[in-house]
């Protein structure tokens, strides 16, 4: 972005960087124990339930530095808020738990 159009930025209300509003998931892959963070985009990957209201994602999650795998299946409300899930291969963590794995220089790396 130039000068010119950060300057047309200020004026017109609109914010220098584009925000984040990915919906980030921790999961701990059962073979290996690695926790890997996982950024859904709320516009690309969540998929309409005509049936059920609401959104789900399915996804492959692969451990980037073990090549374990899960599979998910994530479900959310209208609002796009996380209401189900289920994960053949891992289980749903928390974010602390990857922090403490990134911090111990574990067998995580970075997100997936």
């Not at 795998?69 to 928390?94: M, P, Y």
Request: charged share 30%; aromatic share 10%; hydrophobic share 30%.
């Amino acid at each position: 972005m130039g000068f010119f159009d950060r300057l047309k930025g200020l004026f017109s209300g609109q914010p220098d960087e584009p925000r984040d509003d990915g919906i980030y998931l921790y999961v701990r892959l059962e073979r290996s124990g690695e926790v890997v963070r996982l950024r859904l985009s709320p516009r690309h990957e969540l998929v309409p339930d005509y049936e059920g209201g609401g959104f789900s994602s399915r996804k492959l999650i692969v451990g980037p530095q073990s090549l374990s795998r899960a599979d998910a299946t994530f479900r959310f409300d209208e609002g796009r808020n996380l209401v189900s899930w289920e994960i053949e291969g891992g289980e749903l963590v928390t974010e602390e738990e990857w922090l403490a794995q990134q911090q111990t220089g574990g067998e995580n790396a970075p997100e997936s």
